[in-house]
């Protein structure tokens, strides 16, 4: 048996035993509401085994639940991280199209200089001759 198993089955056994009193409280206020009704407290008929046998239902129940939600939680986060993602996307777009035009203006002062500079070699050239 694994350490695991062993706190499950010490966990199960403690919960059993609260269940169990607040099982056996009930019965016995049920017995003082209804005298004619056999509510008879015995502890015999409420054991371990069928308790785990009867009420596993609602212990998977609860457990679901739980688990419903923190994947529900795990969603919100995950829809959240979303979001920001998107909006950082957005951000680095934006930066993308600036940069794409930096380099157009670059490009085209790139060309006028390679202009500017033709029109000095020739113009030099007539100098010298």
Same mark, same amino acid.
């Given at each position: 048996? #694994? !350490?695991?198993?062993? @706190?499950?089955?010490?966990?199960? /056994?403690?919960?059993?035993?609260?269940?169990?009193?607040?099982?056996?409280?009930?019965?016995? +206020?049920? =017995?003082? *509401?209804? !005298? &004619?009704?056999? %509510? !008879?407290?015995?502890?015999?008929?409420?054991? *371990? &085994?069928?308790?785990?046998? @009867?009420?596993?239902?609602?212990?998977? $129940?609860?457990?679901?639940?739980?688990?419903?939600?923190?994947? $529900? $939680? *795990?969603?919100?986060?995950? $829809?959240?991280?979303?979001?920001?993602?998107?909006?950082?996307?957005?951000? =680095?777009?934006?930066?993308?199209?600036?940069?794409? &035009?930096? +380099?157009?203006?670059? *490009?085209? @002062?790139?060309? #006028?200089?390679?202009?500017? /500079?033709?029109? =000095?070699?020739?113009?030099? %050239?007539?100098?010298?001759?």
């Amino acid at each position: 048996m #694994s !350490s695991d198993d062993f @706190i499950r089955k010490k966990e199960n /056994s403690m919960f059993f035993k609260e269940y169990k009193q607040q099982y056996l409280k009930e019965r016995q +206020a049920k =017995l003082k *509401e209804n !005298s &004619d009704i056999d %509510c !008879s407290n015995r502890e015999e008929d409420f054991t *371990e &085994d069928s308790f785990f046998g @009867i009420d596993q239902t609602k212990l998977l $129940h609860v457990e679901l639940s739980e688990i419903s939600r923190k994947l $529900h $939680h *795990e969603s919100k986060k995950l $829809h959240l991280q979303e979001v920001m993602l998107n909006e950082k996307e957005a951000k =680095l777009n934006k930066i993308e199209n600036k940069l794409a &035009d930096y +380099a157009l203006s670059l *490009e085209e @002062i790139v060309e #006028s200089v390679k202009k500017k /500079s033709q029109e =000095l070699e020739q113009y030099y %050239c007539i100098i010298d001759y």
